[in-house]
């Protein structure tokens, strides 16, 4: 069983940065892809970006791509989510999640499908104001 813990979400100006952090406990972390996703308000969640197991693909939406950027630090069993360049459109909960499932299946179909993640964050708010 995989504990996740995110922390990092505030308020922010639009333009403005963020970086969101995710600890996990209680697993093999390494193991692990790590996603982010968000829901805003009255919306699905959505799918923002992930990693793999061993940190070397890295996969993005593209509302966000070239703003966000997904790292992980299997020191701390930490994954992080940095945000650059908020916009409005940003405000959402935001959610980290597990995956063993996705292991090599290293497709933005696969990373970005909810349904292969099996542990899921509380989620962290991020308000971004205009």
């Known amino acids: 069983q995989v504990q996740l813990v995110e922390a990092g979400g505030g308020l922010v100006q639009a333009g403005g940065s963020l970086r969101l952090s995710c600890a996990a406990s209680g697993g093999t972390y390494s193991s692990y892809a790590m996603g982010w996703f968000r829901q805003a308000p009255g919306k699905k969640r959505k799918f923002v970006a992930a990693i793999n197991y061993s940190g070397s693909s890295t996969y993005y939406a593209d509302s966000v791509k070239g703003r966000f950027t997904i790292s992980r630090d299997d020191a701390k069993n930490t994954v992080y989510l940095r945000m650059d360049s908020l916009q409005s459109d940003d405000t959402a909960v935001y959610y980290c999640?597990?995956?063993?499932?996705?292991?090599?299946?290293?497709?933005?179909?696969?990373?970005?499908?909810?349904?292969?993640?099996?542990?899921w964050g509380r989620g962290t708010q991020v308000t971004v104001s205009s």
């Open positions: 999640a597990a995956s063993l499932s996705v292991a090599n299946r290293l497709r933005i179909g696969v990373v970005s499908s909810q349904d292969e993640y099996r542990y």
